[in-house]
């Protein structure tokens, strides 16, 4: 697809229902943006955010783990073909719910980001907001990362607070805290893509 001069070309990784996804894209067609959403990749065909995405008039891509099998880096290898061929320079995941190898992360060391719905370091890994209810926390939140080989342990590049209410269970604080995140990942998204054209 036609990108304005300038704006660094961006892949979001999703698995289900995107609605990150759409407010990425959505930023990125700002006229001040400094990054477009060129391709929506999912591991799942059946993932919601597929129509969203082809509603919106951008790329998409399904590649199916299951034909695979156990076999991660063949599937990585074809993730990573399509990536190439639509031209990405960031990756963004946006509840893509695959453990990614080596191979690919270290493919993208610097240009990969992600969102993860806790205050990092605090809850890595899964069922965040019951963790943190469960520990008596007065806030919960998100983290925008760089991704690396550990799980959730790439460097914070911005984070948004949410606070915890006494009712609050985890359904109520997980709604909460996706509201922020819609706003938060396309602002960092964008400031890292602005301090890679800087840098460029």
């Given at each position: 697809m036609d990108v304005a001069e300038g704006r660094v070309r961006v892949a979001v990784l999703i698995s289900g229902a995107g609605s990150n996804?759409?407010?990425?894209?959505?930023?990125?067609?700002?006229?001040?943006?400094?990054?477009?959403?060129?391709?929506?990749?999912?591991?799942?065909?059946?993932?919601?955010?597929?129509?969203?995405?082809?509603?919106?008039?951008?790329?998409t891509v399904a590649v199916d783990h299951r034909p695979f099998g156990r076999?991660?880096?063949?599937?990585?290898?074809?993730?990573?073909?399509?990536?190439?061929?639509?031209?990405?320079?960031?990756?963004?995941?946006?509840?893509?719910?695959?453990?990614?190898t080596p191979w690919l992360v270290g493919r993208w060391t610097g240009r990969m980001i992600n969102i993860h719905p806790s205050l990092l370091p605090r809850y890595p890994g899964l069922d965040t907001h019951a963790r943190a209810l469960a520990a008596g926390d007065d806030r919960?939140?998100?983290?925008?990362?760089?991704?690396?080989?550990?799980?959730?342990?790439?460097?914070?590049?911005?984070?948004?607070?949410?606070?915890?209410?006494?009712?609050?269970?985890?359904?109520?604080?997980?709604?909460r805290v996706l509201v922020a995140e819609h706003s938060l990942y396309p602002s960092a998204l964008a400031d890292f893509c602005r301090s890679r054209i800087r840098s460029s």
């Open positions: 996804m759409a407010a990425l894209i959505d930023s990125g067609r700002q006229p001040d943006a400094p990054y477009e959403v060129v391709l929506v990749l999912s591991n799942d065909p059946e993932a919601g955010g597929l129509a969203i995405a082809e509603a919106k008039g951008v790329e076999d991660r880096a063949a599937h990585e290898a074809a993730i990573q073909a399509e990536l190439q061929d639509a031209r990405v320079e960031v990756v963004a995941l946006a509840g893509y719910m695959r453990l990614l919960a939140g998100c983290s925008v990362h760089l991704v690396t080989e550990g799980v959730d342990e790439g460097a914070v590049l911005a984070q948004a607070e949410v606070p915890v209410l006494a009712a609050d269970t985890p359904q109520t604080l997980a709604q």
